[in-house]
């Protein structure tokens, strides 16, 4: 199904909030908002520039938007995300790293090669990662549907990490959003990280010609950033 946005005028005031940079609402047919994404300035926490995306809407607009539909990107710039996988099994979750730890480097993923096969109704994403030498598969079948590639690309780039990990996390959602004249992609994952219980995170990567690419960098950012807001 195609995403509607049919508050134009929602998205001009979120613009007007100090530090957001760019807004985009996705609606259902009767107007009301179903996402809404917002590209931040660093420095505001994240869950208070929920809390104002929430008090504009509900003070100007009477809409009492649900905090689960409010994805914010604090970008500082624009660069390829590494994700410190010691720090998501547990060394970097407020508990002291052995000295040896230090001392190994943590394992960066990158991405090797992404492919999105369609037949009928039926679509496949395969993500293949590549990490201190290792490479890492991950395969997801789903509705062929446009609309819902971004998230099998983002539950391919969660499997491929399956082995390196060493959390189970789910994609809450994955999209494209146009941002003024650019487009963002967005993703937004639950973590469960041993001993320290679930995260919320989400994580954003510019669309530099090719969508599924920039849905494979989100999540790397998303986890990259589980605990910052």
């Given at each position: 199904?195609?995403?509607?946005?049919?508050?134009?005028?929602?998205?001009?005031?979120?613009?007007?909030?100090?530090?957001?940079?760019?807004?985009?609402?996705?609606?259902?047919?009767?107007?009301?908002?179903?996402?809404?994404?917002?590209?931040?300035?660093?420095?505001?926490?994240?869950?208070?520039?929920?809390?104002?995306?929430?008090?504009?809407?509900?003070?100007q607009y009477d809409l009492d938007l649900d905090h689960r539909i409010?994805?914010?990107?604090?970008?500082?710039?624009?660069?390829?995300?590494?994700?410190?996988?010691?720090a998501l099994s547990g060394g970097g979750l407020g508990e002291d790293?052995?000295?040896?730890?230090?001392?190994?480097?943590?394992?960066?993923?990158?991405?090797?090669?992404?492919?999105?096969?369609?037949?009928?109704?039926?679509?496949?994403?395969?993500?293949?990662?590549?990490?201190?030498?290792?490479?890492?598969?991950?395969?997801?079948?789903?509705?062929?549907?446009?609309?819902?590639?971004?998230?099998?690309?983002?539950?391919?780039?969660?499997?491929?990490?399956?082995?390196?990990?060493?959390?189970?996390?789910?994609?809450?959602?994955?999209?494209?959003?146009?941002?003024?004249?650019?487009?963002?992609?967005?993703?937004?994952?639950?973590?469960?990280?041993?001993?320290?219980?679930?995260?919320v995170v989400s994580g954003s990567a510019m669309v530099r010609g090719?969508?599924?690419?920039?849905?494979?960098?989100?999540?790397?950012?998303?986890?990259?950033?589980?605990?910052?807001?």
């Amino acid at each position: 199904m195609t995403a509607l946005r049919l508050r134009p005028d929602l998205e001009d005031a979120l613009r007007r909030i100090p530090g957001i940079r760019a807004a985009s609402v996705v609606t259902g047919p009767d107007a009301s908002p179903t996402e809404v994404h917002v590209l931040a300035a660093p420095g505001k926490p994240a869950k208070q520039i929920v809390r104002d995306v929430q008090s504009l809407a509900l003070a100007q607009y009477d809409l009492d938007l649900d905090h689960r539909i409010v994805s914010v990107v604090q970008l500082d710039a624009d660069e390829a995300p590494v994700v410190d996988l010691r720090a998501l099994s547990g060394g970097g979750l407020g508990e002291d790293a052995d000295a040896d730890d230090k001392d190994e480097a943590a394992p960066r993923p990158a991405i090797s090669s992404i492919m999105v096969r369609s037949g009928g109704t039926d679509a496949e994403a395969v993500v293949t990662l590549s990490a201190g030498g290792m490479v890492f598969e991950g395969r997801v079948s789903g509705p062929g549907a446009a609309s819902h590639r971004p998230r099998l690309v983002a539950q391919a780039t969660l499997k491929a990490l399956d082995d390196l990990l060493g959390a189970t996390a789910e994609v809450e959602s994955a999209t494209i959003a146009a941002l003024g004249s650019r487009e963002v992609a967005v993703s937004v994952l639950t973590v469960m990280i041993p001993r320290a219980g679930e995260r919320v995170v989400s994580g954003s990567a510019m669309v530099r010609g090719d969508e599924a690419d920039a849905i494979a960098r989100s999540v790397l950012d998303a986890l990259n950033r589980q605990l910052s807001g």
